[in-house]
């Protein structure tokens, strides 16, 4: 007999999984074989969303030096480290080069198949190219039907299908109802590349709601992939050669601006010594409210990483040494009047200053008379933005990103996952490319992206699509609409076949959108809050498992690989302990 394990979903977690399985099972493999099972319809490696046949336009929103999927020396974790190429390293360019799509999943099926190739004797993977659609169990064990047909019979399942498809939100059936019935076009949320675009009429206004990465793919897709070009004037500036194909874009969102564009430059500072603030203790027991009792904490780290490297790379720019800023800091609270005398005594300079309101809502408070006045000041805005991005000069901002990252970590270990901070996390951190924001200028300049600002509201009025926002008067109709925005995880309205299944029989339970699991060793919870003894759960739509929302960077302890090495340790113990159980 065999012990045998299998993995629903062959994405980026999948893979990481099934790495960290083979890795590992050298040691804690007792019994002489190990069947590993991967269950996608999608090919191993990219799965679904990083899947080959997608368009070259689309790029990574990641440079390829800060994309892996090999563990390194500052990995801590108790499994074996087995050292791999980052993207840049595979590719053998440049390093700050942003991939495309297709390429990423090229590396990414070359990730699974070393881990493959290079398994200890005895481990075998067993590639299924279907879906898993439903989990039972049986003696000793779990049985996975297949969808097509096959039952397989394993030790313990690991579910780690990523972002899934959602069903409509009641207001979007409503939306696609109005659509259907006044003869208009209406997208709902999706992710863009499996959007048909063809439905999305050239040369007429197109309204679009929300202004994040699914925006981003989307423009390209509707200038570039419709034959429109970018060039540059004898001066470098980018312009945009229309095709005439192309709808006209009018957008807007919440903040009214796209998330901030990535770094251009390495970061060449020290690493910033967090978390330091952010820790168990001073986080107590929940439940917590994250604003109240959360943010305080996460913004006094995020902001001790931004002053440090400030402080620390331009002394020039601050009246107190970084030892008496640091003590100083470290004894205030944030937000407290004591720490905002400390920055202003230590920063001069009021761009300088870090200021999370500013951050988060650029456009509060400001109404424009036009759209042409709003379309001045986002120019400036987008200009400002892709400049500060690429001047090491700002490298503050570079450390309080690379800040974010273990505190992220932090939360999805305490369990933490709040909307808005991910959101904001996004903005900050997970931006486009800099030539994206760039192309975003040069078509507005060109008319065909018109920015109707924030607090952005979409009614059907007369047959049409009505939006109007709180940065201008007025506002604008069409015949389309599109919501650029990925779904928001929800395992109440999950169409895979599987979370539904075990979710109708209370076997699986929902906590904020997310599937529920017992933090400590990822077992999945039911109804009760009982964990399954054989089945576990780790990646983006569950809960904890936020820090898997992306790509590890090299040298920087990834809490990715951490969690993952934990869970494929106890998955192996626990197969390993049902072999044996068997034989007595």
């Known amino acids: 007999m065999s012990a045998s394990v299998a993995v629903v979903g062959a994405g980026p977690t999948g893979t990481c999984l099934v790495e960290r399985i083979c890795a590992n099972a050298a040691e804690l493999l007792t019994w002489p074989s190990l069947d590993i099972h991967v269950i996608d319809p999608h090919p191993p490696g990219g799965g679904r969303v990083w899947r080959k046949e997608q368009p070259e336009l689309l790029w990574m929103n990641t440079v390829a030096a800060d994309v892996t999927l090999f563990t390194d020396e500052s990995v801590q974790c108790q499994g074996p480290i087995r050292p791999g190429p980052s993207l840049a390293e595979w590719l053998g360019g440049d390093p700050g080069r942003f991939a495309s799509r297709p390429v990423q999943n090229a590396y990414l ?182 604003r109240r009792d959360v943010w305080p904490l996460v913004a006094k780290e995020l902001a001790f990483a931004y002053y440090h490297e400030l402080i620390t790379a331009h002394p020039e720019r601050s009246r107190l040494s970084w030892e008496e800023f640091e003590e100083g800091f470290a004894a205030e609270e944030w937000r407290s009047a004591g720490m905002r005398a400390l920055i ?122 009505w939006a109007q926002s709180s940065s201008v008067p007025g506002g604008m109709a069409a015949r389309a609409l599109i919501e650029a925005r990925l779904p928001a995880p929800s395992v109440s309205r999950a169409t895979d076949p599987l979370i539904t299944a075990l979710r109708d029989r209370g076997e699986a339970e929902e906590q904020a959108g997310l599937l529920k699991v017992r933090l400590a060793d990822r077992r999945l919870l039911d109804r009760s809050d009982t964990p399954h003894p054989r089945r576990f759960a780790f990646g983006p739509w569950v809960v904890g498992g936020r820090v898997t929302n992306g790509f590890a960077r090299p040298g920087l302890n990834a809490p990715f690989f951490q969690e993952a090495d934990a869970l494929a340790r106890i998955v192996l113990s626990e197969a390993v302990t049902a072999q044996i159980r068997h034989v007595a």
């Open 109 to 290: 099926s070359h990730v699974f198949q070393h881990a493959v190739d290079t398994a200890p004797r005895g481990v075998r993977v067993h590639v299924h190219a279907t879906r898993a659609v439903d989990l039972a169990d049986v003696p000793g064990g779990q049985a996975v039907t297949l969808e097509n047909g096959r039952t397989i019979e394993v030790d313990a399942v690991i579910l780690a299908q990523g972002h899934g498809d959602v069903a409509l939100t009641g207001q979007e059936r409503q939306l696609a109802g109005l659509a259907e019935d006044s003869g208009l076009c209406y997208l709902p949320t999706g992710y863009t590349a499996d959007l048909d675009l063809d439905q999305v009429p050239g040369g007429e206004p197109v309204l679009v709601r929300g202004m994040g990465l699914a925006f981003i793919d989307l423009m390209v897709l509707l200038t570039s992939g419709r034959g429109g070009r970018f060039a540059r004037e004898y001066d470098g500036e980018l312009v945009y050669l229309p095709s005439g194909r192309e709808p006209l874009l009018h957008l807007g969102s919440r903040r009214g601006v796209p998330y901030h564009s990535k770094t251009g430059y390495p970061f060449r500072g020290a690493r910033p010594p967090v978390p330091r603030f952010l820790t168990a203790r001073a986080l107590g027991e929940g439940p917590w409210n994250f």
């Open 344 to 465: 202003r005594r230590a920063v001069p300079r009021h761009a300088d200053r870090l200021d999370f309101e500013r951050l988060d809502r650029p456009l509060e408070r400001m109404r424009f008379g036009d759209l042409e006045g709003l379309r001045k000041w986002m120019h400036g805005y987008l200009s400002a933005d892709l400049e500060r991005r690429s001047d090491p000069a700002h490298s503050a901002d570079h450390a309080m990103i690379l800040g974010l990252l273990p505190v992220y970590g932090v939360l999805a270990e305490a369990g933490i996952s709040d909307p808005w901070f991910h959101g904001f996390f996004s903005y900050l951190a997970s931006g486009p490319p800099g030539p994206r924001l760039e192309e975003l200028r040069a078509l507005a300049k060109a008319g065909v992206v018109t920015f109707l600002g924030a607090g952005l509201k979409v009614e059907h009025r007369d047959r049409q699509w």
